[in-house]
T-cell receptor
Framework: RKEVEQDPGPFNVPEGATVAFNCTYSNSASQSFFWYRQDCRKEPKLLMS???SGNEDGRFTAQLNRASQYISLLIRDSKLSDSATYLC????????????FGPGTRLSVLP | NAGVTQTPKFQVLKTGQSMTLQCAQD?????MSWYRQDPGMGLRLIHYSVGAGITDQGEVPNGYNVSRSTTEDFPLRLLSAAPSQTSVYFCASSSQGNSPLHFGNGTRLTVT
């Protein structure tokens, strides 16, 4: 079983749609959690950190369920500019950083 | 706001040549790392460092060397380039604790 798994995708959605991405992680010692977006041939960019209480940043909402070892990202009112690959990243911090990346889920928002 | 700076952006090498990919960060981050990303694949960790003078191997270290003489710089050396090392290379840094990774813009390397 991979340490971090994500919805295989791709997701093709119309503008204005709500889309949800799911991510599961296998190591219960994982300490911190992040969503990144990566545009084609560009570097990953931090979208948001994920906190235990859940957090929201504009149209984006992230949730963490430590008991189920599950992370989600909800995008409301999708824009064309949201088209990218979304990476779930877990830090299994153990006397030092240990970032584990999911394979990514590709999103295409269609006009 | 320089953040993480990688040079060069593009490089073409012939098989057997050596070169150094440069990475510098100005955020006083202790942790620095190098990843490679091949088409349609995820990021794979090559080497990482938790502070000046300390380096360790990641998932795919063969054919690469690193050093960390200062907090700011973490160069990646290709000893004898091979076509299998054609890839996009990303340098990333982080402070300790529950901090995210910050990535450089990447270096696109082609080995012919």
């Amino acid at each position: 079983r991979k340490e971090v798994e994500q919805d295989p995708g791709p997701f093709n959605v119309p503008e204005g749609a709500t889309v949800a991405f799911n991510c599961t992680y296998s190591n219960s010692a994982s300490q911190s959690f992040f969503w990144y977006r990566q545009d084609c041939r560009k570097e990953p960019k931090l979208l948001m950190s994920v906190y235990s209480s859940g957090n929201e940043d504009g149209r984006f909402t992230a949730q963490l369920n430590r008991a189920s070892q599950y992370i989600s990202l909800l995008i409301r009112d999708s824009k064309l500019s949201d088209s990218a690959t979304y990476l779930c990243v877990v830090n299994i911090y153990n006397y030092g950083q240990n970032f584990v990346f999911g394979p990514g889920t590709r999103l295409s928002v269609l006009p | 706001n320089a953040g993480v700076t990688q040079t060069p952006k593009f490089q073409v090498l012939k098989t057997g040549q050596s070169m150094t990919l440069q990475c510098a960060q100005d955020m006083n981050h202790e942790y620095m790392s190098w990843y490679r990303q091949d088409p349609g694949m995820g990021l794979r960790l090559i080497h990482y460092s938790v502070g000046a003078g300390i380096t360790d191997q990641g998932e795919v270290p063969n054919g690469y060397n690193v050093s960390r003489s200062t907090t700011e710089d973490f160069p990646l050396r290709l000893l004898s380039a091979a076509p299998s090392q054609t890839s996009v290379y990303f340098c990333a840094s982080s402070s300790q604790g529950n901090s995210p990774l910050h990535f450089g813009n990447g270096t696109r390397l082609t080995v012919t």
